[in-house]
C-alpha cells in the first residue's frame, strides 16, 4: 500500500517539475549592461523585458496560461477522482458483501476501501496543493 501511493507522489511531483522551468525574470531589478540577462534588452540606461520575455501579472492568476492550466488541471482531476472513489468504494463494498467468508476476496476489499480513503483525503487537499504550487511558482499568497 505505501509502495503504491509513494509510486502516486513520486509520479505527481515528476509530472509538475517542469512547470517550475516557466519562471519569468525580472528585467528591472538588474541595474548594469554586464548584469542585464540575455533574455533582456539595455536600453535607456536600464534593463528592460524584451518583446520575447514573457511579461506576466503575479497578482492576478487569470490573465496567465500556465496559472490557467494549474487551475483546469486540477478541476479535470476533481471530478474524474472524485468519480473513481465512488466506484471504487461501491465495488469494494460488493465485494466486501458477498466474499461469504472468503479472507481473501474481504481482505481485498478492505484494501480497496483503504485505498479510496486515501485518494479522498488526497483529493480534498487539492486546493490545499494548488495553493502551494501557484505560490512556488510566484502568483497570489
Known sequence: ???????????????ATPMLVLAVVDCTKFE???ECPA???WSGGACIASSTTPSVDLKDCTKDAVCNAIIKIKG????VGAVVIGMMIVIAGLLYATGGGNEK???????????AVVGMIILLS????????????????
Request: proline share 0%; charged share 15%.
Open 105 to 115: 476476496q474481504m481482505s481485498t476489499a478492505k484494501s480497496m476501501i483503504t485505498a
Open 126 to 141: 487539492a486546493e490545499i496543493i494548488t495553493t502551494t504550487v501557484k505560490t512556488l511558482l510566484g502568483w497570489g499568497s
Open 76 to 79: 479535470y482531476v476533481e471530478m
Open 39 to 41: 533574455t533582456c534588452t
Open 1 to 15: 500500500m505505501f509502495k503504491k501511493v509513494f509510486a502516486l507522489i513520486a509520479i505527481m511531483f515528476f509530472l
Open 32 to 34: 548594469t549592461v554586464d
